[in-house]
């Protein structure tokens, strides 16, 4: 789960993290007082978008005024922002924070994430702040360093430290850093966070490390645990189908292609995507139905994947171990009743009550295309999509 920037400061504030003073307006009727809220002189209009690359967007505004800000802030509301992370449609500006001018003497780079590596929470920093951190770690990788902690001593002073020295930091900021790292940290192991991203961080002319920006994801399975944070969920801000996906436990992802995958297991679904691909086909998305689906969340997930006008052909490719394979075979014929299925559909089932399943489509009198395995199936939704049925 996303939240917006100015929702991230707030929650990173409480636990000492620097931010500069905002207000955010939910309407242009708020904007009047965001700003009054805000104390000058120079005063920063932010769209909030759950999308990066706001600034090139025309979505970050520099204000020498009062006036200018609410005039900049009030103009920005309705207006449809594209960058690189909302693709060609872009998103529509529904709140703006208006945030008080910061006095910059050098941006860098913080995030916190887990390491796969090292089965750690790490630390990454880097000297080029306000850049897109993965032009630098393609263009310049010696500039970012990574700072792994261990989870049995937790942040330690040393680690600030070892991350100050590789910013440069000069003496007294470099003391301020070790508090900083630290409260992020907290922050991010209290909150079940799944990344935390400051960039820039900022170094002010006095000397003070201030988050400029601020990015926060969440584990989307420890959310119950935090019902304040389920709380800053914009809805507005999310794919209308893996919205409807999620409120059926679903793990859905739009993709470009035409071809519509409904799989059992996060690893199988990347396979059967890329064997697709292999096949000369694409994707249209990433389906997972989990490991204990009911009838009703199979028949939802045809539901999502035909409601894309994209899919042109559907593979499901179930391996039956707590999923039973006759589940997803009630499923499949449900859906057609309910909601038909017009485009050619694969299926490719093996494992628990495949016997079973088998029975229930040859019965079905559905018109559907039996694969043996996932390379047979992947050729044939391709053909298929092709015109080659």
Not at 44 to 53: L, Y
């Amino acid at each position: 789960m996303n939240i917006h920037e100015y929702q991230a400061k707030k929650l990173l504030a409480g636990f000492g993290v620097p931010v500069p003073e905002g207000a955010v307006a939910l309407s242009p009727g708020d904007v009047a007082g965001a700003v009054g809220a805000t104390g000058g002189p120079l005063w920063v209009v932010k769209a909030q978008i759950h999308a990066g690359g706001r600034g090139k967007a025309g979505g970050v505004k520099l204000c020498k005024t009062a006036e200018d800000a609410k005039r900049e802030a009030t103009a920005m509301f309705g207006k449809t922002l594209v960058t690189p992370q909302t693709g060609p449609g872009g998103r529509v500006v529904k709140r703006v924070y208006v945030e008080k001018g910061s006095d910059i003497a050098r941006e860098l780079y913080c995030a916190l994430l887990v390491d796969r590596g090292s089965g750690r929470v790490a630390v990454i920093a880097s000297t080029e702040g306000g850049v897109e951190i993965e032009k630098v770690a393609h263009d310049t990788p010696e500039k970012i360093v990574t700072v792994p902690i261990d989870p049995a001593t937790g942040y330690q002073p040393f680690h600030g430290r070892k991350i100050a020295f590789a910013l440069g930091l000069a003496p007294e900021t470099a003391k301020q850093a070790q508090g900083f790292f630290g409260a992020l940290y907290k922050a991010f192991v209290a909150l079940d966070a799944s990344q935390v991203e400051i960039n820039p961080l900022i170094v002010t002319k006095q000397g003070q490390l201030v988050a400029l920006d601020a990015k926060l994801n969440f584990d989307d399975n420890a959310l119950y645990r935090h019902k304040d944070v389920v709380e800053l969920r914009d809805e507005g801000e999310e794919d209308p189908k893996e919205l409807e996906a999620s409120r059926h436990e679903l793990n859905y992802i739009k993709l470009d292609g035409s071809i519509g995958c409904m799989v059992n297991g996060a690893g199988l679904a990347m396979a059967t995507m890329d064997i697709i691909k292999l096949n000369g086909g694409a994707p249209a998305n990433f389906l997972d139905v989990g490991g204990g689906a009911q009838k009703d969340r199979v028949i939802a997930a045809f539901r999502i994947i035909l409601s894309d006008p994209n899919v042109k052909g559907i593979l499901v490719n179930i391996f039956g171990g707590i999923m039973r394979c006759d589940i997803i075979a009630e499923g499949i014929i449900a859906a057609a009743k309910e909601i038909g299925i017009e485009v050619p559909l694969v299926v490719r089932l093996a494992g628990t009550n495949v016997e079973k399943a088998n029975e229930l489509l040859a019965a079905s009198g559905l018109s559907l295309i039996a694969a043996n395995d996932l390379g047979d199936a992947a050729r044939k939704v391709v053909a298929a999509v092709k015109g080659g049925r």
